[in-house]
């Protein structure tokens, strides 16, 4: 894990090497001799948190603070006044302008490490419930709010987003009457980058299958303009996803779909459950990459689930992650629930060394009824 940033603002030279030192057993140290040198420190890398003295030459510590208030990247980087200034009237301008602590000269090191500390802490519960919060945001950006209806199958979907959890994503349209297109996908990564890019990656999806629907019906060949758009754009070119779509005919219960390294789809029915085993590169390593058609019939009674890889990545009770085969020996239990997908999850989770899921979890469950 990376260590915290501090910058050491004190025109004192021996305080501020003996700060410097004592600091760097635990943190990434830089320091500046006056609020000049500080503001050049900081252009170069933005730090955790600053100690600064007030009284200093050039800029003083007020000075510098209020500069850094003027900026949006620097305004909110927890900041402690460290001055030999003990007067009432020092601390409370100091609390004024946003000053996060204020401990005068001479101070106890084990004093000033504790504050460090506790404002580091805070700064980092801060950061981890706007990261959740944006996260959640995103999570709900990138799923429908609806599903087809339609007679002869059910159509179900669960998504449960993890607050550090990745990219998944969830999409579907009806560009003509009576054929769907379902877009299930996984962005490369974990968190709040992984969630954004995967809401830029689902705007690229539907954009292509918006503009090449009037030409060409195939999955693989939409997967193949997908990944030449991907590949192509500067912003988005270091993104890699895997990506399921799947063209779906009802009135004569014919399913294609192509897979660029996706998880695999299983059928199932009464009877059996299998993995659907074609599948093709992720997206976002070769331009010049083929993805090919797979054709399925569905007969009655059977399903079609995919799902992205939390699922299968799910640890057990016993160490070991679920797996395909872990899924398959689920399955055939729950076909005749009444929710079979919130059953599935229930008995992945009664099975697992958690009493919860570690990452997104996105289940689409297409069953053709008797």
């Not at 603070?65 to 305004?75: G, N, S, V, Y």
């Amino acid at each position: 894990m990376a260590r915290y940033s501090i910058l050491v603002v004190e025109d004192e030279h021996t305080l501020r090497r003996l700060l410097e030192y004592r600091l760097s057993k635990q943190y990434h140290v830089r320091t500046a001799a006056n609020g000049e040198e500080a503001l050049e420190r900081i252009k170069g890398e933005i730090p955790d948190l600053i100690i600064s003295d007030i009284m200093m030459p050039k800029i003083d510590g007020f000075a510098l603070q209020a500069e850094l208030q003027e900026h949006k990247d620097t305004r909110a980087i927890p900041f402690i006044f460290l001055t030999a200034k003990a007067d009432e009237q020092s601390r409370l301008k100091g609390m004024r302008t946003g000053v996060d602590d204020y401990i005068t000269k001479p101070f106890d090191i084990e004093q000033l490490l504790s504050r460090i500390e506790r404002l580091l802490e805070r700064t980092r519960i801060f950061q981890e419930q706007l990261d959740a919060r944006i996260g959640q945001d995103f999570s709900r950006k990138l799923l429908p709010k609806t599903l087809p209806q339609v007679e002869g199958y059910r159509i179900l979907f669960h998504n449960s987003p993890r607050e550090h959890g990745g990219g998944d994503l969830f999409d579907w349209i009806e560009p003509e009457p009576g054929i769907f297109f379902f877009t299930i996908g996984d962005v490369m990564g974990k968190g709040l980058q992984a969630k954004f890019y995967a809401f830029s990656f689902l705007a690229y999806v539907r954009s292509t299958l918006h503009a090449m629907l009037q030409d060409s019906k195939s999955p693989a060949e939409l997967m193949r303009r997908i990944n030449r758009v991907l590949m192509q754009d500067e912003f988005m070119q270091e993104t890699f996803a895997s990506l399921l779509i799947i063209r779906w005919i009802p009135a004569q219960h014919q399913i294609t779909y192509a897979n660029a390294g996706h998880c695999r789809p299983v059928l199932a029915s009464a009877e059996n459950a299998e993995v659907v085993v074609y599948s093709d590169m992720v997206l976002g390593l070769d331009i010049y990459a083929e993805f090919q058609d797979t054709h399925l019939t569905l007969p009655p009674r059977t399903t079609l689930l995919a799902y992205t890889d939390g699922l299968i990545e799910q640890q057990l009770e016993d160490g070991q992650m679920m797996g395909e085969q872990g899924m398959l020996d689920m399955i055939p239990a729950t076909l005749h629930q009444s929710n079979p997908v919130e059953t599935l999850l229930a008995d992945v989770l009664n099975r697992s060394a958690d009493y919860a899921f570690t990452d997104d979890i996105l289940v689409f469950w297409l069953e053709r009824l008797g």
